[in-house]
């Protein structure tokens, strides 16, 4: 695997120490265009990496900022590299998700925001969550031709 160096910071940025599994995961994500399930990420690491180490990885990468979750239409769960924003406490990946219904792929919108939402008095807003679904470009355009 390439050392890349801007994976390293990264993690020194969010006060994890540097170990090659982290970096493993970290180059993977970094590739894949969409949301990636925990299936799939085993299989693109193959043996980089065990399960356990695998979903430790995730969940501090999860607290930590650096990675979101993303509920995909049949309920597996997808994880996606965070914008520069996130931080340990609070994630700020306010944008809107796409999930295909042909390949299931689910893709971070990242430039599309969720437009402000005017909750009602007396409740208070933890998290949104803004899916959209329908079909990607890749899947519209291999069924075009
Ligand atoms: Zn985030
Ligand atoms: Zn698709
Ligand atoms: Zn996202």
Redesign the pocket.
Known sequence: MQANPQHNQLLVKHNLKITTPRLSVLAVLTTREMATSQPDLEQLLGSKIDRVTLYRTLSTFEEKGILHKVMGANGTLNYALCSSACTQHQHHDQHVHFN?T????VYCLDKLQIPQLQIPDGFTTKKIDLMVSG??D??NNAYSK
């Open positions: 295909c042909l390949c299931l792929n079909v990607c890749k899947c």
